[in-house]
T-cell receptor, first 114, second 114 residues
Framework: KQEVTQIPAALSVPEGENLVLNCSFT??????LQWFRQDPGKGLTSLLL?????REQTSGRLNASLDKSSGRSTLYIAASQPGDSATYLCAVPPPPGNTGKLIFGQGTTLQVKP | DAGVTQSPTHLIKTRGQQVTLRCSPKSGHDTVSWYQQALGQGPQFIFQYYEEEERQRGNFPDRFSGHQFPNYSSELNVNALLLGDSALYLC?????????????FGPGTRLTVL
Protein backbone atom coordinates (compact mmCIF):
# COMPACT_ATOMS: atom_id res chain seq x y z
CA LYS A 1 0.00 0.00 0.00
CA GLN A 2 1.41 3.34 -1.06
CA GLU A 3 1.85 5.93 1.68
CA VAL A 4 3.00 9.50 1.17
CA THR A 5 4.54 11.60 3.93
CA GLN A 6 5.50 15.26 3.97
CA ILE A 7 7.91 16.86 6.40
CA PRO A 8 7.76 19.38 7.95
CA ALA A 9 4.05 19.91 8.54
CA ALA A 10 4.61 23.66 8.84
CA LEU A 11 7.40 26.04 7.97
CA SER A 12 7.90 29.76 8.57
CA VAL A 13 10.70 31.63 6.81
CA PRO A 14 11.65 35.28 6.17
CA GLU A 15 11.14 36.69 2.71
CA GLY A 16 13.98 36.01 0.28
CA GLU A 17 15.06 32.72 1.78
CA ASN A 18 15.52 29.61 -0.33
CA LEU A 19 13.70 26.58 1.05
CA VAL A 20 13.11 22.88 0.48
CA LEU A 21 9.93 20.90 1.08
CA ASN A 22 10.18 17.15 1.40
CA CYS A 23 7.94 14.32 0.24
CA SER A 24 8.55 10.61 0.75
CA PHE A 25 6.66 7.59 -0.57
CA THR A 26 6.82 3.94 0.40
CA UNK A 27 6.36 2.24 -2.99
CA UNK A 28 9.02 3.26 -5.49
CA UNK A 29 7.07 1.79 -8.43
CA UNK A 30 5.54 5.11 -9.32
CA UNK A 31 5.04 6.53 -12.80
CA UNK A 32 5.21 10.17 -11.80
CA LEU A 33 4.74 12.54 -8.89
CA GLN A 34 2.82 15.78 -8.75
CA TRP A 35 3.19 18.85 -6.55
CA PHE A 36 0.17 21.04 -5.79
CA ARG A 37 -0.41 24.37 -4.11
CA GLN A 38 -3.50 25.03 -2.01
CA ASP A 39 -4.49 28.43 -0.68
CA PRO A 40 -6.63 28.44 2.50
CA GLY A 41 -10.07 27.01 1.87
CA LYS A 42 -9.44 26.74 -1.86
CA GLY A 43 -8.93 24.01 -4.42
CA LEU A 44 -5.62 22.60 -5.64
CA THR A 45 -3.41 24.16 -8.28
CA SER A 46 -0.96 21.86 -10.02
CA LEU A 47 2.59 23.22 -9.85
CA LEU A 48 4.81 20.55 -11.33
CA LEU A 49 4.50 16.97 -12.54
CA UNK A 50 7.65 14.86 -12.75
CA UNK A 51 7.57 11.82 -14.97
CA UNK A 52 9.34 8.72 -13.66
CA UNK A 53 11.88 9.03 -16.46
CA UNK A 54 12.79 12.53 -15.33
CA ARG A 55 14.82 13.53 -12.31
CA GLU A 56 13.58 17.09 -12.05
CA GLN A 57 11.22 19.72 -13.38
CA THR A 58 11.47 23.48 -13.19
CA SER A 59 8.88 26.24 -13.37
CA GLY A 60 10.06 29.74 -12.58
CA ARG A 61 11.38 29.82 -9.02
CA LEU A 62 10.21 26.26 -8.38
CA ASN A 63 12.25 23.14 -8.93
CA ALA A 64 11.03 19.65 -8.11
CA SER A 65 13.26 16.60 -8.03
CA LEU A 66 12.44 12.91 -7.93
CA ASP A 67 14.56 10.03 -6.65
CA LYS A 68 12.52 6.86 -7.06
CA SER A 69 15.17 4.58 -5.59
CA SER A 70 15.11 6.40 -2.26
CA GLY A 71 11.38 7.13 -2.38
CA ARG A 72 11.82 10.89 -2.16
CA SER A 73 10.87 14.09 -3.90
CA THR A 74 11.80 17.64 -2.99
CA LEU A 75 10.27 20.97 -3.97
CA TYR A 76 12.80 23.78 -3.96
CA ILE A 77 11.51 27.36 -3.80
CA ALA A 78 14.06 30.05 -4.59
CA ALA A 79 13.91 33.58 -3.22
CA SER A 80 10.65 33.03 -1.35
CA GLN A 81 7.98 35.74 -1.37
CA PRO A 82 4.97 36.40 0.90
CA GLY A 83 2.76 35.34 -2.02
CA ASP A 84 4.26 31.85 -1.78
CA SER A 85 2.46 31.37 1.55
CA ALA A 86 0.17 28.38 1.09
CA THR A 87 -0.03 24.65 1.72
CA TYR A 88 2.03 22.49 -0.62
CA LEU A 89 0.92 18.93 -1.30
CA CYS A 90 2.66 16.13 -3.11
CA ALA A 91 0.70 13.29 -4.67
CA VAL A 92 1.41 10.04 -6.42
CA PRO A 93 -0.80 9.46 -9.46
CA PRO A 94 -1.80 6.07 -10.82
CA PRO A 95 0.00 4.40 -13.73
CA PRO A 96 -0.83 5.75 -17.19
CA GLY A 97 -3.87 4.13 -18.73
CA ASN A 98 -5.26 3.24 -15.35
CA THR A 99 -6.50 6.60 -14.23
CA GLY A 100 -7.45 6.32 -10.64
CA LYS A 101 -6.89 7.82 -7.28
CA LEU A 102 -4.18 10.24 -6.32
CA ILE A 103 -2.52 9.47 -3.01
CA PHE A 104 -1.66 12.66 -1.17
CA GLY A 105 0.67 13.58 1.62
CA GLN A 106 -0.74 15.66 4.44
CA GLY A 107 0.92 18.81 3.14
CA THR A 108 3.42 21.39 4.32
CA THR A 109 1.97 24.77 5.29
CA LEU A 110 4.42 27.52 4.37
CA GLN A 111 4.40 31.03 5.76
CA VAL A 112 6.76 33.58 4.24
CA LYS A 113 7.10 36.65 6.42
CA PRO A 114 7.75 40.08 4.84
CA ASP B 1 -11.44 27.17 -21.73
CA ALA B 2 -13.57 26.53 -18.65
CA GLY B 3 -11.84 24.72 -15.86
CA VAL B 4 -13.43 22.42 -13.32
CA THR B 5 -16.42 24.01 -11.63
CA GLN B 6 -18.21 22.93 -8.45
CA SER B 7 -21.41 23.97 -6.77
CA PRO B 8 -22.34 25.09 -4.24
CA THR B 9 -19.25 26.75 -2.73
CA HIS B 10 -20.48 26.40 0.83
CA LEU B 11 -23.17 24.29 2.44
CA ILE B 12 -24.44 23.88 5.98
CA LYS B 13 -26.45 20.81 6.96
CA THR B 14 -27.51 19.11 10.15
CA ARG B 15 -26.80 15.54 11.23
CA GLY B 16 -28.95 12.96 9.49
CA GLN B 17 -29.66 15.09 6.45
CA GLN B 18 -28.67 14.30 2.89
CA VAL B 19 -26.56 16.46 0.58
CA THR B 20 -25.78 16.59 -3.15
CA LEU B 21 -22.67 18.25 -4.52
CA ARG B 22 -22.10 18.95 -8.19
CA CYS B 23 -19.10 19.05 -10.49
CA SER B 24 -18.56 19.98 -14.12
CA PRO B 25 -15.26 18.72 -15.58
CA LYS B 26 -12.78 20.68 -17.59
CA SER B 27 -13.73 20.92 -21.25
CA GLY B 28 -12.63 17.77 -23.10
CA HIS B 29 -12.31 15.62 -19.97
CA ASP B 30 -14.34 12.47 -19.48
CA THR B 31 -13.34 11.24 -16.02
CA VAL B 32 -14.34 12.71 -12.67
CA SER B 33 -12.84 11.87 -9.29
CA TRP B 34 -14.08 13.02 -5.89
CA TYR B 35 -11.94 13.67 -2.83
CA GLN B 36 -12.67 14.57 0.79
CA GLN B 37 -10.25 16.86 2.58
CA ALA B 38 -10.59 17.23 6.34
CA LEU B 39 -9.06 20.27 7.96
CA GLY B 40 -5.28 20.00 8.11
CA GLN B 41 -5.16 16.79 6.08
CA GLY B 42 -4.41 15.84 2.52
CA PRO B 43 -7.32 14.93 0.23
CA GLN B 44 -8.66 11.37 0.49
CA PHE B 45 -9.98 9.61 -2.61
CA ILE B 46 -13.70 8.81 -2.49
CA PHE B 47 -14.43 7.39 -5.94
CA GLN B 48 -14.03 7.93 -9.65
CA TYR B 49 -16.54 7.93 -12.48
CA TYR B 50 -15.93 7.16 -16.12
CA GLU B 51 -18.50 6.31 -18.79
CA GLU B 52 -21.24 6.91 -16.22
CA GLU B 53 -20.00 4.11 -13.97
CA GLU B 54 -18.08 4.04 -10.72
CA ARG B 55 -14.67 2.65 -11.63
CA GLN B 56 -12.69 2.89 -8.42
CA ARG B 57 -13.63 3.50 -4.83
CA GLY B 58 -11.70 4.51 -1.76
CA ASN B 59 -12.37 3.52 1.82
CA PHE B 60 -15.68 5.32 2.25
CA PRO B 61 -19.02 3.86 3.43
CA ASP B 62 -22.02 3.31 1.19
CA ARG B 63 -23.52 6.55 2.49
CA PHE B 64 -21.32 8.13 -0.14
CA SER B 65 -22.65 7.60 -3.63
CA GLY B 66 -22.31 9.30 -6.95
CA HIS B 67 -23.45 9.64 -10.47
CA GLN B 68 -22.03 10.72 -13.79
CA PHE B 69 -24.19 12.13 -16.55
CA PRO B 70 -23.80 11.76 -20.34
CA ASN B 71 -22.24 15.24 -20.49
CA TYR B 72 -19.54 13.96 -18.05
CA SER B 73 -20.70 16.13 -15.15
CA SER B 74 -21.01 14.39 -11.83
CA GLU B 75 -22.80 14.46 -8.49
CA LEU B 76 -21.67 13.31 -5.07
CA ASN B 77 -24.42 12.32 -2.66
CA VAL B 78 -23.94 11.80 1.05
CA ASN B 79 -26.78 10.33 3.13
CA ALA B 80 -27.30 10.33 6.89
CA LEU B 81 -24.73 13.04 7.45
CA LEU B 82 -22.41 12.78 10.42
CA LEU B 83 -20.41 15.53 12.11
CA GLY B 84 -17.28 13.88 10.73
CA ASP B 85 -18.44 14.47 7.18
CA SER B 86 -17.60 18.15 7.59
CA ALA B 87 -14.82 18.78 5.07
CA LEU B 88 -13.83 20.35 1.79
CA TYR B 89 -15.04 18.16 -1.07
CA LEU B 90 -12.90 18.40 -4.16
CA CYS B 91 -13.70 17.28 -7.66
CA UNK B 92 -10.97 16.52 -10.18
CA UNK B 93 -11.28 15.80 -13.87
CA UNK B 94 -8.98 14.07 -16.30
CA UNK B 95 -8.94 12.46 -19.72
CA UNK B 96 -8.77 8.69 -19.59
CA UNK B 97 -5.78 7.36 -21.42
CA UNK B 98 -3.90 10.65 -21.41
CA UNK B 99 -0.24 9.86 -20.97
CA UNK B 100 0.33 12.07 -17.98
CA UNK B 101 -2.96 11.31 -16.25
CA UNK B 102 -2.91 14.85 -14.96
CA UNK B 103 -5.91 15.66 -12.82
CA UNK B 104 -7.32 19.17 -12.67
CA PHE B 105 -9.07 20.22 -9.47
CA GLY B 106 -12.06 22.44 -8.88
CA PRO B 107 -12.33 25.04 -6.10
CA GLY B 108 -14.19 22.65 -3.81
CA THR B 109 -17.39 22.68 -1.79
CA ARG B 110 -17.07 23.38 1.93
CA LEU B 111 -19.60 21.22 3.79
CA THR B 112 -20.34 21.93 7.44
CA VAL B 113 -22.46 19.46 9.38
CA LEU B 114 -23.96 20.77 12.63
Amino acid sequence: KQEVTQIPAALSVPEGENLVLNCSFTDSAIYNLQWFRQDPGKGLTSLLLIQSSQREQTSGRLNASLDKSSGRSTLYIAASQPGDSATYLCAVPPPPGNTGKLIFGQGTTLQVKP
Amino acid sequence: DAGVTQSPTHLIKTRGQQVTLRCSPKSGHDTVSWYQQALGQGPQFIFQYYEEEERQRGNFPDRFSGHQFPNYSSELNVNALLLGDSALYLCASSLKGESTDTQYFGPGTRLTVL
